[in-house]
């Protein structure tokens, strides 16, 4: 008798990075929005911006109920 994964009830194949893209195309609105946030947490993390980052979510593995 196998013991492994006994708590995972079942599997889901993600889609690519590709599949993603096309389902949910990028504007430009949304591509400049990435590039600022993605420099403002770089430069959180380098402390050139003073300002201090939390991150927060629901857990993947937490049962939402």
């Known amino acids: ?7 995972i009830s079942n599997i889901n194949k993600l889609i690519t990075p590709n599949e993603l893209l096309s389902k949910f ?6 591509k400049d929005f990435i590039i600022k946030t ?9 402390k050139k911006d003073k300002r ?3 991150v ?5 593995i937490h049962d939402i109920e």
């Open 1 to 7: 008798m196998s013991i492994s994964n006994l708590n």
């Open 25 to 30: 195309p990028l504007n430009n609105k949304i």
């Open 38 to 46: 993605r420099n403002d947490i770089s430069n959180i993390l380098y």
């Open 52 to 54: 201090f980052l939390m």
């Open 56 to 60: 927060v979510g629901p857990c993947s």
